[in-house]
C-alpha cells in the first residue's frame, strides 16, 4: 500500500546534518508529502509537509524534487533526540499511510 | 493545550476476553482516527470519524472490532473477542480537518494491546 521507498536505516553524529531520502516515483498531482517521525514509546509526530516547492520549519526542511519523484527530510543538526523512525508518506485523502521508514541513529 | 489522551496505555488481557481502549482528542477536534501497528507489521488505518459519524471505516479488520464516538468527543474501540492477533499498540489520532493533506495529525501515546 505505501506509496514510497525509504531506507532501512541511517547514521548520524550529534550536531551533525542528516539528510534522509525518500523515493516516491508514483506520485499523483494531487499527493502532498509528509513527513512523520516516532520517537521510542510515542505516537507518531509530525515533522513537515509540502507539495511543490521546499519547505522550511523550525524542526526540519523538506526538499522537494522539481519532477516531484523524490524528496528529501533534512534535519540541520542532528542532537540525541532526534533518534527516531522517520516515515515519508504521500497523502490526498483522509488517510496516512505508513511505509516502514527510516530508522535514524544518532550517535555523540 | 491537553495533547490526544488515550488509556490505558498497557492491557493485558486472555483470548476470548473484552478489552475497551478510549481515546480522548485534542478539545475541539471534529476528526478523530484509529490506527494500530501489530507485531512486525506498519502502522495500519483503522478509521475516520467526523464528529459522531464513521467516516470512513475501510481498515476495521473484522467484526470483533466496534468503534463509538457518541457525542463527538472522546472514542472508545471495543475487541470482543480479542484474539492472539490482536496485540499490538493502538494509536489514537485527531484533526481539525478532514483533509490530512494540507494538515497535521497529532498522535497520542498508544495503548499497547497483549492477548495471552
Known amino acids: 500500500d505505501a506509496k514510497t521507498t525509504q531506507p532501512n536505516s541511517m547514521e548520524s553524529n550529534e550536531e551533525e546534518p542528516v539528510h534522509l531520502p525518500c523515493n516516491h516515483s508514483?506520485?499523483?498531482?494531487?499527493?502532498?508529502i509528509h513527513w512523520y517521525r516516532q520517537l521510542p514509546s510515542q505516537g507518531p509526530e509530525y515533522v513537515i509537509h509540502g507539495l511543490t516547492s521546499n519547505v522550511n520549519n523550525r524542526m526540519a526542511s523538506l526538499a522537494i524534487a522539481e519532477d516531484r519523484k523524490s524528496s528529501t527530510l533534512i534535519l540541520h543538526r542532528a542532537t540525541l533526540r532526534d533518534a527516531a523512525v522517520y516515515y515519508c508518506i504521500l497523502t490526498d485523502t483522509d488517510k496516512l499511510i505508513f511505509g516502514t521508514g527510516t530508522r535514524l541513529q544518532v550517535f555523540p | 493545550e491537553a495533547g490526544v489522551t488515550q488509556f490505558p496505555s498497557h492491557s493485558v488481557i486472555e483470548k476470548g476476553q473484552t478489552v475497551t481502549l478510549r481515546c480522548d482528542p485534542i478539545?475541539?477536534?471534529?476528526?478523530l482516527y484509529w490506527y494500530r501497528r501489530v507485531m512486525g507489521k506498519e502502522i495500519k488505518f483503522l478509521l475516520h470519524?467526523?464528529?459522531?459519524?464513521?467516516?470512513?471505516e475501510s481498515g476495521m479488520p473484522n467484526n470483533r472490532f466496534l468503534a463509538e464516538r457518541t457525542g463527538g468527543t472522546y472514542s472508545t474501540l471495543k475487541v470482543q473477542p480479542a484474539e492472539l492477533e490482536d496485540s499490538g499498540v493502538y494509536f489514537c489520532?485527531?484533526?481539525?480537518?478532514?483533509?490530512?493533506?494540507?494538515?497535521?495529525?497529532?498522535f497520542g501515546q498508544g495503548t499497547r494491546l497483549t492477548v495471552v
Open positions: 508514483t506520485i499523483s498531482g494531487t499527493d502532498y
Open positions: 478539545s475541539g477536534h471534529d476528526n
Open positions: 470519524f467526523v464528529k459522531e459519524s464513521k467516516q470512513d
Open positions: 489520532a485527531s484533526s481539525p480537518r478532514w483533509s490530512l493533506v494540507d494538515t497535521e495529525a497529532f
